[in-house]
Structure formats: structure tokens, C-alpha cells
């Protein structure tokens, strides 16, 4: 299925305008999910934006990803993105022995949801994950959550 979805997401740039999408620079929110916890939102350019988290358990990330803007023409408040980036973990994640601690790698696709004239917006994502070390373990991880704007 997570292949479906980048392909969908890949397939619409080629039909993507090369419009900006007209959030802040920076934000910060709260998102539930794996990984749930603090999120933060850094606009790079005008076509990418860096995220990161920091949840329960003392796992903290890092995504750059790649917006397209005006690739769903009929929802212009909605901008997908395709993103790659890395997590670190410490506690019990995944049936892992007791306070394991180890890094991996995470793919995300998501929608950036921007309500007109509002100071945050809505984030959903999936993502397909995987520990690298000191095991290995992947899995799919969904998020959701909202952001202040500033």
C-alpha cells in the first residue's frame, strides 16, 4: 500500500504547478501517532521543509521533505509531500529489549492541510520505517497532528 501511495504522490508533480505553498516559515505543534509528541515545521525553500519530532520514550527525528504545491488542483489548500529522514530511540520501542537505544531511517508521504487565513494547519502522514541499528525492524508508522504558524 505504501508503495501505491508514493507512486500516486510521484506520479502528481509531473502534473504539479511550480507554485509555492503559502505556509509560515516555522511552526510548532503537537501530533499523536508514531511518532506522537512535539512537532516542529521549518520552510527551507519554497518547494521543501524540514520537520522534526520529539516523543514519549525519548525518541526524536528528522525529515527534509519535498512539497508540490498545486498538485491537487482541486484542493489548493492541500499540498502532499514525499520526504526522507532518520530517528533516534531510547526505551522500550517494538518488543525491543529494555532500554535499547539505536537510530533508523523513515520515508514519509503526507498532506499539509492549511485552513485560509488561519495561524496553523493539519498534518496526516504515513511513513515507512525501519530500525538499523541495533536491530533490524520495519514497520509503518502514521501520524497526525496540527501546528502553530509563525
Known sequence: ????????????TFSAEASAFSFADRGVGLAVGEPGGI???????????????????????????????????SATNVTPYLGLGGFLFTGDHWSAPHNVSGFGLRMPAGLLIQI???????????AAAS?????????????AGVRFLF
Open 39 to 73: 512537532t516542529l515545521f521549518y520552510r527551507d525553500s519554497e518547494k521543501s521543509f524540514i520537520q522534526a519530532f520529539i516523543g514519549p520514550g525519548l525518541m526524536a527525528g528528522v525529515d527534509y521533505n519535498f512539497a508540490f504545491a498545486g498538485a491537487l488542483k
Open 131 to 143: 530500525t538499523i541499528s541495533p536491530f533490524m525492524y520495519s514497520f509503518a508508522a502514521i501520524m
Open 116 to 126: 485560509p487565513e488561519a495561524p496553523f494547519h493539519f498534518h496526516l502522514e504515513v
Open 1 to 12: 500500500m505504501i508503495r501505491h501511495i508514493l507512486l500516486c504522490l510521484t506520479l502528481m
